[in-house]
Nanobody
Framework: QVQLVESGGGLVQAGGSLRLSCTAS????????MAWFRQAPVPGKERDFV??????????VYADSLKGRFTISKDHTKSMVNLQMSNLKPEDTAVYYC??????????????????WGQGTQVTVSS
């Protein structure tokens, strides 16, 4: 089992920045490929892929629309994954979720590839 706890959400003005963090705990949690997803406050909307990173932090992938504004990173020794968000826009408003897949998993964009989820952290961008 892997437990995930997110932090760092909040309210920010458009153009501002936020840094989200996710700490993983549990046996071998540092060996998991991890990702961030988000879910906008729209009825029936599924979670959208944001970014993913391999277990060693060596390789990353982003949603095409977010490249250049969001950066995912991993502190391998602390089993922590971060999401640095810059030039935020009102359409970035969502609940952001940290997810862990399985040990040594490669980069995956589908939420169904991830077995463990955090509770989510709210990010609100005002115009």
């Amino acid at each position: 089992q892997v437990q995930l706890v997110e932090s760092g959400g909040g309210l920010v003005q458009a153009g501002g920045s936020l840094r989200l963090s996710c700490t993983a705990s549990g046996r071998t949690s540092s060996a998991y490929g991890m990702a961030w997803f988000r879910q906008a406050p729209v009825p029936g909307k599924e979670r959208d892929f944001v970014a993913a990173i391999t277990w060693d932090g060596g390789t990353t992938v982003y949603a095409d629309s977010l490249k250049g504004r969001f950066t995912i990173s991993k502190d391998h020794t602390k089993s922590m994954v971060n999401l640095q968000m810059s030039n935020l826009k009102p359409e970035d408003t969502a609940v952001y979720y940290c997810a862990a897949g399985r040990p040594y998993m490669d980069l995956r964009r589908s939420q169904y590839e991830y077995n463990y989820w955090g509770q989510g952290t709210q990010v609100t961008v005002s115009s």
